[in-house]
T-cell receptor
Framework: AQSVAQPEDQVNVAEGNPLTVKCTYSVSGNPYLFWYVQYPNRGLQFLLKYITGDNLVKGSYGFEAEFNKSQTSFHLKKPSALVSDSALYFCAVRGGGYQKVTFGIGTKLQVIP | NAGVMQNPRHLVRRRGQEARLRCSPMKGHSHVYWYRQLPEEGLKFMVYLQKENIIDESGMPKERFSAEFPKEGPSILRIQQVVRGDSAAYFC???????????FGSGTQLSVL
């Protein structure tokens, strides 16, 4: 079975500081990894994905994520946080030969002005 | 190309009634996923369908819940004899094959009185 762990319920960061939202995963075979963002009363929006290639993936709104195979992690990062980045962030995974996409519990990011 | 359309946006039912949630995927998308979101529980996978086929329903309760994605028309998530515990936000997502990025609808908020 595939699974995703987001160990932090909430991350607080000051505006302008770098941010990291953590994610670890478990899956059979090569992982397809994703980050999504959800604003209040909205559906999820795609941020970025890792399928193959460079371990550092760049996505929307200045976000990036680093794939670490040995640590089975896919942490989301941004060099300088904005207040408008405050939202709920979900990490997701699927196995290479399997189409089911499993999401983590979500991490609430609060950027403090 | 219109996004994923879910309706109704809000649905109120009394205990014992039936709830029917509709999802129209984006044009050209043959894969549909249904997820349920509850506070503190994240996004829980329910079912994954392709046109006219249920591929994975491992997250869907065997009683009272059913889903379909007919050749023509929207995907339907049906909940019979609703109970208060069914109150949640239900999100639909669609994708073309292969599944590398999910496009989410705005969700249906089901409230059971």
């Amino acid at each position: 079975a595939q699974s995703v762990a987001q160990p932090e319920d909430q991350v607080n960061v000051a505006e302008g500081n770098p941010l990291t939202v953590k994610c670890t995963y478990s899956v059979s075979g090569n992982p397809y990894l994703f980050w999504y963002v959800q604003y209040p009363n909205r559906g999820l929006q795609f941020l970025l994905k890792y399928i193959t290639g460079d371990n550092l993936v760049k996505g929307s709104y200045g976000f990036e994520a680093e794939f670490n195979k040995s640590q089975t992690s896919f942490h989301l990062k941004k060099p300088s946080a904005l207040v408008s980045d405050s939202a709920l962030y979900f990490c997701a995974v699927r196995g290479g030969g399997y189409q089911k996409v499993t999401f983590g519990i979500g991490t609430k990011l609060q950027v403090i002005p | 190309n219109a996004g994923v359309m879910q309706n109704p946006r809000h649905l109120v039912r009394r205990r014992g009634q039936e709830a029917r949630l509709r999802c129209s995927p984006m044009k050209g998308h043959s894969h549909v996923y249904w997820y349920r979101q509850l506070p503190e529980e994240g996004l829980k996978f329910m079912v994954y369908l392709q046109k006219e086929n249920i591929i994975d329903e491992s997250g869907m309760p065997k009683e009272r819940f059913s889903a379909e994605f007919p050749k023509e028309g929207p995907s339907i998530l049906r909940i019979q004899q609703v109970v208060r515990g069914d109150s949640a936000a239900y999100f639909c997502a669609s994708s073309p094959p292969p599944v590398e990025k999910l496009f989410f609808g705005s969700g249906t908020q089901l409230s059971v009185l």
